[in-house]
């Protein structure tokens, strides 16, 4: 419910507002979030409160209830020293972080200024405006109707670094816009007024500076109360498990052959990087419209799947719903861009739940077939012969009974390069078992060929299998809380342990639950 203010603006359509009243608004209560890093903390100022001690002063008369909330405290002569600012952090490591913080301190507005140690430290600097766009994603999908302002950085003195902040300020504006488009309660806050003379030293304001900060926050709150943004009451979702999606297979959006980043948001829009390396080499290139592949047709994200399920070695976008029916977007672009075709029903289920569906060509016709893997790790398998998308479909029964491990452990991937997906099991150290399936009609006809790779000590569900490098042999991929990918290309024809390790192949642009690959 919006809370009823005081002076007109209530109920305002979510536009910008061109005509803020910076004096005469008035909320119920505000519990504002100040997120960030060390500008947020407050270093160089001389109480080190930063922009929020003159923030507080500005916020007080016009709040009948003003609260500043975060799991850090800092400043001096501050009625409320709460915040969430953490010294030298990224935008990745504030996304680990940020829906526990959500849960604890629920606010209605977040203050978001980050993104100087990205462009300082020189950290993936040209992809910290999507790593930025998929935490004001974070944030609104743990507490709708939150209100989010997304600040410009302030300048450096560092010549490389201002370039830096300089590109990626450009950006900043364009995060928030297509955020604003969806419906979001997100707003641009310009730090223009803040120059290099507001420095203390190569990044951080100066006291001056930090007033100048307090100012364009206040403003931008002000616009936001007069717009009907505020919400007295946030409610926060609970903090869910991070688990990594298990149901795509071979996400290859371009038909080259190798695997292609994507990034799930949790309204089912869909961001893409195409993998253009080699052998032992990965190279991104963002695709679509601003990187945009798909917006989405009203799933959530965890509904959302990839597989080729019509056989022309392009990944298909899949819905899948709580009773493990199938509804399919036939994928028509050779590029990678926004260019789907609604082929309706193409599952219509079996009243299974949505995490046991996973999909993978088990008999080497190029088409993914639909398995369910019960809690137990044995397989049902349905062998897709729907050369168009459609629903055809032959029941293989049991395909494999399982081998006393519990389903998420399981994994389908080929191996060996027969184009038949294996049988892998990963342990809890990331090793890898294998059974080769040896069956070209989807039967239960499974080869041990025993441990496959000795595991690199990453947790189970960060571990997943895919062909980044188009030979035809899934790869081993690891992909951590930040979604930065480190892989071994498999260089064992026959499915044993050979492995070449070639380290980070992406950089962190969203949390690794939303990374597909």
């Known amino acids: 419910m919006v809370v009823a203010l005081l002076t007109a603006g209530f109920g305002a359509a979510r536009t910008e507002s061109a005509h803020a009243s910076p004096t005469d608004w008035k909320v119920p209560r505000l519990a504002v979030m100040p997120l960030g890093d060390s500008i947020t903390e407050g270093a160089r100022s001389t109480t080190n409160s930063g922009y929020r001690g003159e923030l507080w002063n500005r916020l007080a008369p016009h709040a009948s209830s003003l609260d500043f909330v975060g799991s850090q405290q800092h400043g001096r002569q501050l009625a409320d020293r709460d915040h969430e600012g953490h010294s030298g952090w990224r935008i990745d490591e504030l996304s680990v972080n940020i829906e526990k913080w959500l849960a604890a301190a629920r606010p209605n507005v977040v203050l978001l200024h980050i993104g100087a140690n990205d462009v300082d430290q020189n950290y993936h600097a040209d992809t910290a405006p999507d790593r930025l766009g998929s935490l004001i994603d974070q944030i609104t999908a743990a507490a709708p109707g939150v209100t989010v302002l997304v600040s410009s950085l302030v300048p450096s003195t560092n010549p490389d670094t201002l370039a830096r902040i300089e590109k990626y300020n ?206 137990h790790g044995a397989v049902r398998a349905w062998v897709n012969n729907g050369a168009g998308g459609h629903d055809g479909w032959t029941d293989a029964g049991v395909i494999a009974t399982g081998v006393g491990v519990p389903g998420d452990q399981v994994r389908f991937a080929d191996v060996n390069g027969d184009r038949r997906a294996d049988y892998l099991v990963v342990d809890g150290s990331g090793a890898v078992h294998a059974w080769l399936n040896d069956s070209s009609t989807g039967q239960d006809k499974w080869t041990k060929a025993g441990v496959i790779a000795t595991g690199t000590g990453a947790p189970v569900d960060q571990v997943r299998f895919a062909d980044i490098n188009g030979d035809g042999k899934a790869d081993y991929l690891t992909v951590d809380d930040i979604g930065v990918i480190r892989a071994w290309v498999n260089n064992g024809g026959d499915g044993h342990d050979e492995w070449t390790g070639i380290g980070p192949v992406s950089s962190a642009v969203a949390p690794g639950s939303r990374v597909r690959i």
């Open 170 to 375: 450009t950006a900043v504006p364009k995060v928030v816009e297509e955020r604003r488009k969806r419906g979001m309660n997100v707003g641009y806050v310009s730090m223009a007024e803040v120059t290099v003379q507001d420095l203390g030293d190569w990044l951080h304001p100066n006291d001056g500076g930090y007033v100048k900060m307090a100012n364009a926050f206040y403003n931008r709150i002000a616009r936001a109360a007069a717009d009907g943004w505020i919400r007295e009451r946030v409610d926060v979702r609970p903090v869910s498990p991070r688990k990594l999606p298990l149901g795509d297979y071979q996400v290859d959006i371009n038909g080259d052959g190798r695997a292609d980043y994507l990034v799930v948001d949790e309204y089912g829009a869909v961001s893409a990087w195409l993998n253009n390396g080699d052998k032992n080499h990965v190279a991104w290139t963002k695709a679509g419209r601003n990187g945009r592949i798909a917006t989405g047709v009203g799933a959530s994200g965890d509904q959302v799947r990839f597989a080729d399920i019509n056989g022309d070695g392009r990944a298909d976008y899949l819905v899948v719903d709580d009773s493990g029916a199938v509804h399919a977007w036939l994928n028509d672009s050779t590029t990678g861009q926004d260019k789907w075709t609604d082929a309706g029903t193409f599952a219509p289920g079996g009243h299974v739940p949505r995490d046991q569906v996973r999909f993978a060509d088990i008999n080497g016709d190029g088409r993914a077939d639909y398995l369910v893997v019960d809690d």
